[in-house]
């Protein structure tokens, strides 16, 4: 119960990260964030997918070896992480010996425990997406007739040897593990589709390839490279030690939760509880499945040329600026549309009006007239007891959503409480206590800085770096603060002197 394992889905490496990836990325970093100030024992994951036919071919059109181009290209993965603001524990690189190991283990045990078997696979495969369809998921390309894949890849007709693995046998287990799991697939919406998917009836899965080089050799036999899904998938196990199920490591964390794309749900949410569950492991302990970002309301993709780029929208609006657009503006599961316009009137709403006025007054109200330091004699009257059980309710609602990956449900906890503040602030006038009663001033101003603690304290997850310059100004030692201490009302406040808007608004004509 104390620990939580996140984890990213592992990157394709043959493209260069976008707002996608930082979607993902960001999106563990704030719940990984989140549970290391619940006190759990935290482990973030993420890395890069370097086997496949994709990634082969990607090389072959760069004209470096294969491994020469994975060597490269990882790094822009392993250098955006910092940039994104994210703090991971471990970056996993499946062409790294750990995770042949563990692969080529995981291969051996499926196959001991008769999960495995060699037959002929005909049928079609799109190198895209790296993914078998049946004839009756494909569209027809309407103007040339060709059939496409439902993501719009161009498929090809492919006819090997292969192993199979008997997905079909999985079935029931499948469906009885997800209706006495009900909560182990979110959104809801998702759960039922992959309910449903498996009730639709489960056929086995080609496993290996052999028309190409690039992948890890199936054990025993050379000629086939696995099918890189099943290498994929496994590098959540291996970054914890497998096949050393015994570990400590991997005792205390696994199962895992995942977070992945919609577009990639079926991989994590059918095959791999199946494979885990052959090979005698527990399934994932839940599986989230988040939206996808369009730029200006156009798919995005690099033959439209409307990739979004992370470090341009960070240079100009900032990290923090960036994180929080991605997870106010947008329900965690949903769909979401990317523009500036966007990023700047949220920002400028929530950030600079909301929080950052708030910030702005009280702490140069205090400055001015208190020089710097309050003493709070804790005389609350009932507007003040009002305020404080709402942000405990805020909290505690916080909690529970973030508990439950709701991501901007959780944040929308934190804008109202900063909101009752500001309400609270303006009914309160401290400008007129100044003038008529010092005492009641403040507890008015000690109970806002309280709030903005409180609120900060939530806040931080999100965008960690501007709220440890909140912290800093407020005198607070975050390390030292918890979901239980940042419920209760210290004695004095001391405030630092304030400087620069910490969130400046954002002229949208610039
Ligand atoms: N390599 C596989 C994952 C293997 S995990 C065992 C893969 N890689 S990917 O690089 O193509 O995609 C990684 C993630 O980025 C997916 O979760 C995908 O949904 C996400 N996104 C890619 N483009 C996206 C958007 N435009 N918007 C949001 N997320 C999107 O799939």
Redesign the pocket.
Known sequence: MNSFYIT?????VN?RG????A??TIACDILARFNKLQGKNVFFLTGT?EHGQKVEKASKDSNLKPQDFVDKMSQNFINLIPDLGCEIDDFIRTTEDRHKIAAQALWKKLYNNNQIYLSNYEGWYSIRD?AFFTENELIKNKENGDFIAPTGAPVEWVKEESYFFKLSEWQDQLILFYTNNPDSIKPKTRYNEVLSFIKSGLKDISISRTTFQWGIDVPNNEKHVMYV?ID??C??LTSIGYPNENSDKFKKFWPATHI?????LR??AVYWPAFLMAADLPPPKRIFA?????NEGEK?SKSLGNVINPYDIISEFGLDQFRFFLFREVPFGSDGDFSKNSIANRVNADLSNNFGNLIQRICSFINKNCNQVVENKFNLNKDDSILINFSIEKIKNYQILLNDQEIDKAIKEIFELLSATNIYVDKQAPWQLKKINIDRMNVVLSIATEMIKRSNFMLYPIIPTSCKKVFNLLNVNFNKLNFVNICILPDKLVVINISEPIFPRIDIND
């Open positions: 990213t889905p592992i990157y394709y493209d976008h707002v996608g990836h979607y993902t997918d790296e899904w994929a998938l590098n959540y992945v794309g919609k577009d990639i991989f994590h988040h939206g996808w970002w369009t995005i």
